[in-house]
Nanobody
Framework: QVQLVESGGGVVQAGESLRLSCAAS????????TGWFRQAPGKEREFVAS????????EYTDSVKGRFTITRDNAKNTVHLQMNGLKSADTAVYYC???????????WGQGTQVTVSS
């Protein structure tokens, strides 16, 4: 069974940067991570960013626009989330996601913790 594997989380101070990465455990044409979500304590999981694998177009939630950048590496079927200017409000578990033969995200990584201290 193909899994999504995230890396790059950690503890940083406000204003600093982190780069998250996500790859499928087995490279397949049907399992390509294209989205990032996050879940803060006591809150529901929310959309953060997504990228269209074919044309590279991107979408972001308003709170991260101008600070976060999602990119893809086609050769490695990997998606990255560059997070600059981190704020304490960005503290959450970050999940990457893929649409596997579906219009909805239906495959999730295990999550990586991002903690921003003020």
């Amino acid at each position: 069974q193909v899994q999504l594997v995230e890396s790059g989380g950690g503890v940083v101070q406000a204003g600093e940067s982190l780069r998250l990465s996500c790859a499928a455990s087995t490279r397949t044409f049907t399992t390509i991570p294209t989205g990032w979500f996050r879940q803060a304590p006591g809150k529901e999981r929310e959309f953060v960013a997504s990228i269209n694998w074919q044309d590279g177009s991107t979408e972001y939630t308003d709170s991260v626009k101008g600070r976060f950048t999602i990119t893809r590496d086609n050769a490695k079927n990997t998606v990255h989330l560059q997070m600059n200017g981190l704020k304490s409000a960005d503290t959450a578990v970050y999940y990457c996601a893929a649409r596997v033969l579906s219009r909805s995200y239906n495959l999730w990584g295990q999550g990586t913790q991002v903690t921003v201290s003020s």
